[in-house]
């Protein structure tokens, strides 16, 4: 299930060390949910070998793509293999400059071609395939369309979404909405915390799943 990291980018380095010391900072009911959604994950890897999982919200351009690039990320830190990670929504926008740049200053590469939803190209080490991200729906023909594990990152997609269609399994791993802080004197910080506790979760969730 797992094999060696590559050599990330060292501020990406820094930040992924940074909060994989914080995982403390959890709380025990967030903690049961990733353990939950581990061991899931775990048996359907020792089953299948290999397996698709995808992250949705509304309108797949904050925190759906978010978890996709941090998930994808703690797989590669970790040496968890086998795992393919998409994102969605109920309805496609665009991946939100601000998401992006918050992406940005966690020390990932990015690569932003002009567009009204272009594809970015986000890189967590230079010898690696990029994490291809934009906006679309979650049933999109790129997306995985049977057999698949959904994760649920905001109440309204898991609200209107009880079911996923072609879904084998449906989790909701909700995070606030950092838009409300779109163009106040907040905005930086909100974004760079929630992009922080995304990926201090998703961290916490492959460690498990590599320890399995």
Same mark, same amino acid.
């Given at each position: 299930?797992?094999? &060696?990291?590559?050599?990330?980018? /060292?501020?990406?380095?820094?930040?992924?060390?940074? &909060?994989?010391?914080?995982?403390?900072?959890?709380?025990?009911?967030?903690?049961?949910?990733?353990?939950?959604?581990?061991?899931?994950?775990?048996?359907?890897?020792?089953?299948?070998?290999?397996?698709?999982?995808?992250?949705?919200?509304?309108?797949?351009?904050?925190?759906?793509?978010?978890?996709?690039?941090?998930?994808?990320?703690?797989?590669?830190?970790?040496?968890?293999?086998?795992?393919?990670?998409?994102?969605?929504?109920?309805?496609?926008?665009?991946?939100? /400059?601000?998401?992006?740049?918050?992406?940005?200053?966690?020390?990932? *590469?990015?690569?932003?071609?002009?567009?009204?939803?272009?594809?970015?190209?986000?890189?967590?080490? /230079?010898?690696?395939?990029?994490?291809?991200?934009?906006?679309?729906?979650?049933?999109? /023909?790129?997306?995985?369309?049977?057999?698949?594990?959904?994760?649920?990152?905001?109440?309204?997609?898991?609200?209107?979404?009880?079911?996923?269609?072609?879904?084998?399994?449906?989790?909701?791993?909700?995070?606030?909405?950092?838009?409300?802080?779109?163009?106040?004197?907040?905005?930086?910080?909100?974004?760079?915390?929630?992009?922080?506790?995304?990926?201090? *979760?998703? &961290?916490?969730?492959?460690?498990?799943?590599?320890?399995?």
């Amino acid at each position: 299930m797992t094999n &060696l990291h590559p050599s990330f980018y /060292p501020a990406l380095q820094d930040t992924m060390e940074r &909060l994989l010391e914080e995982a403390h900072q959890i709380s025990a009911d967030r903690q049961d949910l990733l353990d939950h959604l581990a061991n899931h994950l775990a048996g359907e890897l020792q089953k299948l070998q290999s397996l698709e999982l995808i992250f949705i919200c509304t309108h797949n351009s904050r925190r759906s793509h978010l978890s996709q690039i941090w998930a994808a990320t703690a797989a590669a830190y970790f040496g968890v293999v086998g795992i393919n990670v998409f994102s969605g929504g109920t309805e496609s926008t665009a991946f939100h /400059p601000n998401a992006l740049a918050a992406v940005r200053r966690a020390g990932f *590469e990015v690569q932003s071609p002009a567009g009204t939803n272009p594809r970015h190209l986000v890189f967590y080490a /230079p010898d690696q395939v990029p994490i291809v991200c934009y906006s679309k729906v979650f049933s999109a /023909p790129e997306n995985p369309q049977y057999g698949f594990t959904a994760v649920m990152t905001c109440s309204d997609a898991a609200i209107n979404c009880p079911v996923v269609p072609g879904a084998a399994y449906r989790f909701a791993l909700t995070y606030e909405d950092p838009k409300e802080a779109d163009g106040t004197p907040e905005e930086v910080a909100v974004y760079d915390a929630r992009t922080q506790e995304i990926g201090r *979760e998703l &961290l916490y969730l492959f460690h498990k799943l590599a320890k399995v």
